[in-house]
């Protein structure tokens, strides 16, 4: 009888799937397919950007609404009622996304985001326009915890980081959409005040439209397929993404290749899930939400109330709002691409750390010399474009590293839950606070927000250099053993 081909290394016996598709995965060199993956997918961070970047551009025109006569507080309100609909969305489509698997999901969540921020745009009162901002929030923080799951399992390891932090840069392209958008919407010559602002939602829904036929081409994730006992589905999957390789020229070798073993479950009950968060990996939990903590309060809180402080102290119009936040975004994309190969090449720990740190205290000398009065409109622009370029890296890398420092049964659910105590500690606060310091009109008030925001910064920065995870250029599965991965003498 003649042996099985090299290639055909899986097999199943009582219930135990050995297998090296992981591995195979691994050494694929970036092409085609992985380009698709990031357009098809990490057109989410395009979209919360452009959507962040919306509610900030429109605040003043929502105030000066005929219909809605919003007030400071009440754009800051709906800054947080975004940012709750995300924390939501995140544990609920999360828990989902494990569960029932990555390409339902993100199928589910760019329709429910689709479907709220076109309502958004018809928004008739205070109560109507909370609503709609909350669903559109659940609809990306859903986004997210399928596609960051979904990315990483099809990346590379000697590029994951680099990849990773790219992509949640492409955040601010979405921004800089919006902030474009804004200024010819919101334009009084163009279309009434009433309009303007309504026409700028329905810029998120059109670039839903354009991107859901996309992803039809993206499969399930082979990992997510191994954990639940579809091997053969796993399998074709993995053989016909190396005959696309083989096509377009790429030579893979067969030695080197990593087998594991796993024992397929059909779920993981939440009493595991959470007993391997914050018992058996609860130093990495504390990295993930102190992390996630500090970026959240520091990017929400100043972001979400932008346009109220070049407003209210600077005195610029709200039509040119836009204008201002142009060279803010292109500092926050430039961060991550940028400074993203460093956290494959230097490492994570390192990297996480400095940024982090760099952040806090450029925030700290820029709000005192906002406090001060020494800052210009176009110097607090400036100072703001030199500490995202830092502090966008850092945010990005929360997300990198909560996606990747968990075992793969629970990964969507562990990025829901990390985005979602992170974000409901630091960001569905942080806008609300910053807009009540505000409506105080002393910079002094202000600059003390600042300095909670540094703080908050500096501390994560502290406890990712003491317990942060050395995970570059390492697969998955080595960085966190599945759970249902089996030893030998269970194998035996």
């Known amino acids: 009888m003649s042996a099985p081909p090299a290639a055909d290394v899986q097999r199943k016996t009582a219930g135990i799937i050995e297998t090296d598709l992981p591995s195979r995965l691994d050494r694929l060199p970036w092409g085609r397919f992985h380009t698709l993956i990031v357009v098809a997918l990490g057109v989410t961070w395009l979209l919360d950007g452009l959507e962040v970047t919306l509610a900030g551009a429109v605040a003043s025109a929502l105030k000066s609404s005929p219909s809605l006569h919003f007030t400071n507080a009440d754009v800051g309100l709906a800054g947080s009622a975004y940012i709750a609909g995300a924390v939501l969305g995140a544990l609920g489509f999360g828990w989902l996304t494990d569960r029932l698997g990555r390409r339902k999901l993100f199928f589910i969540t760019l329709a429910v985001y689709l479907t709220a921020t076109a309502a958004t745009a018809v928004s008739w009162n205070l109560a109507s326009f909370l609503l709609f901002r909350f669903l559109t929030g659940a609809g990306i923080g859903g986004e997210y915890t399928a596609i960051n799951s979904t990315i990483q399992e099809f990346t590379p390891p000697r590029v994951r980081g680099w990849i990773d932090l790219a992509i949640n840069g492409t955040f601010w392209v979405g921004a800089g ?43 399930e994730s082979p990992r997510w397929l191994l954990t639940h006992g579809h091997e053969r589905d796993a399998r074709a999957i993995v053989e016909g993404i190396e005959t696309r390789f083989r096509s377009e020229g790429h030579a893979l070798a067969a030695d080197g290749l990593t087998r594991l073993r796993l024992r397929a479950r059909g779920h993981t009950p939440l009493r595991e899930v959470f007993h391997t968060l914050f018992n058996l990996h609860r130093r990495r939990a504390l990295v993930g939400l102190s992390l996630m903590t500090a970026q959240a309060f520091f990017y929400n809180a100043i972001f979400f109330t932008y346009a109220l402080v070049l407003t209210d102290f600077y005195g610029v119009p709200g039509d040119h709002i836009g204008w201002y936040l142009l060279p803010f975004a292109l500092g926050n994309f430039l961060g991550p691409l940028m400074l993203g190969r460093l956290f494959d090449v230097i490492g994570r720990r390192k990297m996480i750390a400095s940024t982090y740190g760099i952040s806090a205290i450029l925030l700290t000398v820029s709000g005192y010399l906002f406090q001060q009065h020494v800052l210009t409109v176009v110097t607090q622009t400036a100072s703001w474009m030199v500490i995202f370029f830092f502090a966008s890296a850092a945010a990005s890398s929360a997300y990198l590293t909560v996606s990747e420092s968990f ?72 960085v966190a053993t599945p759970l249902s991965s089996v030893s030998d003498d269970e194998a035996a």
């Open 177 to 219: 959409l919006g902030a474009a958008g804004s200024l010819i919407l919101l334009d009084p010559n163009l279309l009434p005040g009433d309009w303007g602002w309504r026409a700028c939602f329905l810029i998120g829904a059109v670039l839903a439209l354009t991107i859901l036929p996309m992803r039809i081409w993206v499969p």
């Open 407 to 478: 075992p793969l049964e629970i990964r969507a659910l562990a990025i829901a839950v990390f985005y979602a105590f992170g974000t409901a500690l630091g960001g569905i606060a942080g806008p609300a606070f910053f807009g009540r310091l505000i409506d105080t009109h002393q910079r002094s008030e202000v600059f003390s927000g600042y300095l909670v925001g540094s703080a908050l910064m500096l501390a994560a920065a502290v406890i990712a250099a003491i317990w942060g995870v050395d995970a570059e250029r390492k697969s998955l599965e080595h």
